[in-house]
């Protein structure tokens, strides 16, 4: 048996102690090393928010209020309007706070008929007004004892309306010329007044009483 000399025995029990203590160094820093190697952890950047931004709400909105803003535009001016009555010339068809829809759509594909109720825009006026059309283009109309005539002949008017004893003489209507009346006829700013209006005057005809409720009526 080989014999050590202490020298030898010191050496050898220190190299033993330092492989001792370096070897677990070694594991540690070997799975230090591993577990630095893996894959990060996901983080959220705190940029990076689930909450829509302003500019996104902004769009948004326009996308949808925009186009709901050109088709109610496009209907207001070219198809239907509400309005409301106000005053009593139309009466009884029409009373005062009656809310209604003007058809704005049929006069682009035919002419304004007699007996249709029209709105009207004068030139000269602020206010709309509301009137029934009584003459046509190209007719001659008068007013006898509160009668109307068109063309010489008493004029059938098959709804209500009042009657007031007046005289008018006859008169002839140009191409683009109608005549009209209120149904209340006692008190009623028309033609009798200011004359007759021109097809460009007319903004649409009454179509739809829809309010009040119990009052629902298609014209």
Known sequence: MHEYSDSESATRHTNEVEAADTAPTA?????????????????????????????????????????????????????????IVYGRSMEPNLYERQRLIIDKFTYYFRTPHRNDIIVIKRPDMEELLVKRIVGLPGERIKIQAGIVYINGSPLPEPFPHG?????????????????????????????????????????????????????????
């Not at 109610?72 to 198809?79: D, E, G, Y």
């Open 163 to 219: 009657s007031f004893p007046q005289n008018m003489e006859e008169r002839t209507l140009g191409a683009l010329q109608y005549f009209v009346l209120g149904d209340n006829r006692g008190n009623s700013n028309d033609s009798r007044s200011f004359g007759p209006i021109m097809r460009d005057d007319i903004q649409g005809r009454v179509w739809f009483r829809y309010w009040p409720l119990s009052q629902i009526h298609t014209f």
């Open 27 to 83: 594991r540690i820093q070997a799975g230090q090393y591993i577990k630095s190697d893996a894959p990060a952890p996901s983080t959220i950047s705190p940029t990076s928010s689930s909450t829509p931004s302003g500019a996104v709400i902004l769009r948004e909105i326009v996308q949808v209020l925009f186009p709901a803003l050109v088709l109610a535009l496009t209907i207001h001016l070219f198809l239907a309007q509400a309005t």
